[in-house]
């Protein structure tokens, strides 16, 4: 494929699933700053391996593997770097950018709630919440389909206890 049809596919797929970044970008940061330069080091790093893209996957999976693995990185460089509070989180609203979408309290409040999750907790519920299976899940986050289903579990009785 030459470098411009290679470029093209690219852009296209990035454009197709740009969803991805912004869901995994808008539950790993806090403020809109942090939220861009988390998506623009996302987009460099799924370009930096869309050479080594295997299409035996579908992309969206291996999008969210690259994200996630990109978004806990600068999560814990930006939780390091700053003394973080999770009431900042409040107005935790899950879109994507550019939506204009009037979320119920509920959905706000069960966003609210994903963003207290440690990192692996908010990937697997993330991709949980797409619908995606208990083996791509596993697969996306290296762990087993036993323990994908486990923490699901646990996780859905955590955010049932929430809104008790």
Known sequence: MSMDKENKHFLSMLANNKGIIYKVANSYCKNVEDRNDLIQEITINLWKSWSK?????KVSTWMYKIALNVAI???RKTYQRDSFNLENYKEFIFIDEGEDIELSDNIKQLYYYIAKLDELNKALILLYLDQYSY?????????????????IS?????????FQ
């Open 53 to 57: 893209y295997n299409d035996k996957f």
């Open 135 to 151: 083996e791509d899940i596993a697969s996306t986050l290296g762990i087993s389909k036993t323990n994908v289903a486990t923490k």
């Open 73 to 75: 990185s600068f999560y």
């Open 154 to 162: 646990r996780i859905k009785n955590q955010l049932k206890k929430n």
